[in-house]
Every structure is written in C-alpha cells, then in structure tokens.
C-alpha cells in the first residue's frame, strides 16, 4: 500500500520528529495553519476515526496520552486538537493523523 505517513512513520527520517514512542510520532505539518502545527499519527496504518477497532484501540489510547507530553514539551497552553475524518471534512492522507493547533488565537467554528 502506498502511504506518505506509513512512510514517514517507518523511521527511516526522523530529523523532523518532536517526539516520539512505540506507537505514535509527532512531525510538523508540511503546510502549517498557524505557528504550531503538527501532525500525530500512530505507527501502524488505520485509516481515519472510522477504522478503529478493538484490536488498534491501543495505538489511539498512546496518542492521546502523548497529547499533553508533547505540548508540554513544547510549552503550548493552549491548542486544538482536530481529526478530519472522510473527504467532505477535509481528510486528504488516508491515514488517521491529529492536527494539533496553536501558537495563536483559534477560531471558532471552523470553516
Ligand atoms: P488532512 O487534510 O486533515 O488529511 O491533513 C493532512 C495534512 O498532512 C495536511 O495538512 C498536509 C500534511 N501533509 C501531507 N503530506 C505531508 C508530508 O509528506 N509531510 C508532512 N510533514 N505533512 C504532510
């Protein structure tokens, strides 16, 4: 299967990585939104929020549990966390990434 973020989740580049464990890393987006904008993605293929399972729930529950590491690490108070799931939400790499927002005041509600 052809997968950008299964490629940069192999490790085979990791100068770009904030942070990272067994499960999950955590990059910059390569079109960032606002002056903190980065992408963390498990380690393993699930394609968006509507392919979890039992079986990979464990991926999800690493994510969420580095969430407050990696903004910790970087000193961000304030973020958004925004999962674009299915193409009419804006989801283009088919590989279940969370943008995690900050840096600047956030809108709301999103477009
Ligand atoms: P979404 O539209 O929600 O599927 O977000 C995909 C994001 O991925 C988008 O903001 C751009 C980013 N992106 C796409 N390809 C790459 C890449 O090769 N490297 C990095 N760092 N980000 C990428």
Request: proline share 6%; glycine share 8%.
């Amino acid at each position: 299967m052809n997968c950008i973020f299964c490629d940069i989740a192999s490790g085979e580049d990791k100068k770009n990585w904030v942070f990272e464990t067994e499960k999950c890393c955590c990059f910059p987006d390569i079109d960032p939104k606002a002056p903190v904008h980065l992408l963390l993605i498990p380690k393993i293929h699930i394609s968006s929020l509507q392919d979890l399972k039992k079986n990979n729930i464990e991926f999800i529950n690493d994510m969420f549990l580095s969430i407050p590491k990696i903004t910790e690490k970087l000193g961000i108070k304030s973020y958004r966390l925004v999962a674009n799931t299915g193409k009419d939400a804006g989801q283009s790499v088919m590989h279940l990434h969370f943008h995690i927002l900050g840096g600047r005041e956030l809108g709301w509600p999103p477009g």
